[in-house]
């Protein structure tokens, strides 16, 4: 049993395990004592308190996606799934769901002051199928209530980030400008987001539902990434390389 001594870790989160099971961990000691529940909160945990993402792999890919799903569901912000591409999803007019993992998972381990947990398979993550050139091709888009946009240079760079100009947002990848609103939906974004302006203001932004096109959240903040559609002629490397 691991004991529910709850000690503050150097980024001031409580954690209910003690520190002597940390530095087991990073030794290579096996976790096997943990519950699937704890494990994913020691996991996330982990990966704060060593400023470093930390790749968990799995033999098989129901396994690693089964382990996944209940990590989200208690820490939402925090893990990652890296499918193997399954090429049978693909059907015209329609992104490939293991496409919409694989560039949420580039995109964020990308950022250098947030730490995540990635779970996959041990095929997957041997895969060489990342462009060398990857990181140079990532650029960024920030906007908030009260930034004056440039609607060209907004279009323009969605454009180069392979988005597809719709009447109406329905999937990952498609963008739509009508008026004062634009709606726009990453493709490692679960729900589309609506920037709403004042001539070329950004007044307000909120996540919705494209079935109903509700609102279900408001953000202070749209942060977008995107790599160019442009591919350069390189090596290719595996994820964790």
Known sequence: MVSRETVLDESGACSVFPNKLFEDFEKGASLSQLTTDAAVLFLSVAAN????NIFLSFINEKAAYSFYLLAIGL???QFLFYPTPDLSEKVPGFNIESERYREEVLIKLSESNQFYVCVATRASFKEKNISVGASSRLSSMSVGPGNNIDRDDVINRLYSWGFKKTDTVAQPKDFAWRGD????FPIYFRRPVRVVFNYDQVEKIFIFDPTTQLTTKTISRLN???FS?????DDYINIID
């Open 229 to 233: 559609s442009v591919v350069p002629v």
């Open 49 to 52: 308190k060593s400023k470093s």
């Open 75 to 77: 820490s939402p912000d």
């Open 224 to 226: 977008i990434k995107g």
């Open 181 to 184: 609103i634009l709606d726009v």
